[in-house]
């Protein structure tokens, strides 16, 4: 029942496509994601980046933060199968076909956007292919994940904090994570608190949250404290 929902509200078989327009297509699927997938939140290049999964990304959202790092919009990326199906900005939509080429440029009201060349729309597809494919392996399983899947002695607020411990160096590039018992809380489903993470530039002291369902990890958003990187 739940993979019939899925596939019908996410317009993976239903009506044609070409029976919606593409902005009902994306709220078609939208909707479909609220009620029926499992979400990721993971902080990358300053921002928290949320995802709709179904074994992989059907939805990804990013946010728009201006100068002052406000947000003022968000990216979304749509795929069906796993492939780019589609993306929208505050004031443009995409869509793609099975072959992964922009075949629609459309502005914020739906209609063909003014002044697009071919090279324009080549650039556009490559760049969203990209970036789309960047964001894609971000909710990826982690080594220590995907371990887990295949069995591992940790249990409960161990396992949980194994697995943030590796989420967070799969996410942020470090190799080593350091804590103080006294500023961290730990649980079967999850930790918080400040960590220590060892880069290639020195350590970094963060503030994280992060949660875990099973051997998943489902959500790791942290933001940088106060001072500089420690030396090596």
């Known amino acids: 029942m739940r993979n019939t929902l899925i596939a019908l509200t996410l317009g993976l078989c239903s009506l044609p496509s070409l029976a919606a327009t593409l902005a009902e297509q994306f709220t078609l699927m939208e909707k479909g994601a609220e009620g029926a997938l499992d979400t990721r939140l993971f902080s990358h290049d300053g921002v928290d980046i949320k995802a709709w999964v ?8 990013v946010p728009i933060l201006n100068e002052q790092g406000k947000q003022e919009g968000e990216s979304r990326y749509y795929f069906k199968g796993g492939k780019l199906f589609g993306g929208k900005e505050p004031a443009a939509q995409f869509a793609f076909d099975d072959k992964g080429t922009l075949t629609q440029w459309l502005d914020d009201k739906g209609q063909p956007a003014e002044f ?21 392996r971000l ?38 994570v350091t804590f103080e018992q006294t500023r961290l809380k730990t649980s079967a489903e999850g930790i918080e608190g ?9 350590w970094q002291d963060l503030c ?14 942290w933001q940088p404290l106060p001072g500089a990187n420690k030396p090596l």
Do not use: Y
Request: proline share 3%.
């Open 116 to 136: 697009v060349s071919k090279m324009s729309m080549q650039q556009r597809e490559a760049w969203l292919t990209r970036r789309a494919a960047e964001l894609g």
């Open 194 to 202: 400040e960590v220590s993470l060892r880069r290639e530039k020195g």
């Open 139 to 176: 909710f990826a399983p982690s080594p220590a994940e995907e371990q887990a899947a295949k069995g591992v002695k940790l249990k409960g607020a161990e396992l949980a904090h194994w697995l943030c411990n590796g989420r967070l160096m799969a996410l942020a590039g470090g190799d080593k």
């Open 54 to 61: 179904d074994g992989k990304p059907v939805i990804i959202a």
């Open 208 to 221: 994280l949250t992060c949660e875990v369902q099973g051997a998943r990890v489902t959500r790791l958003t």
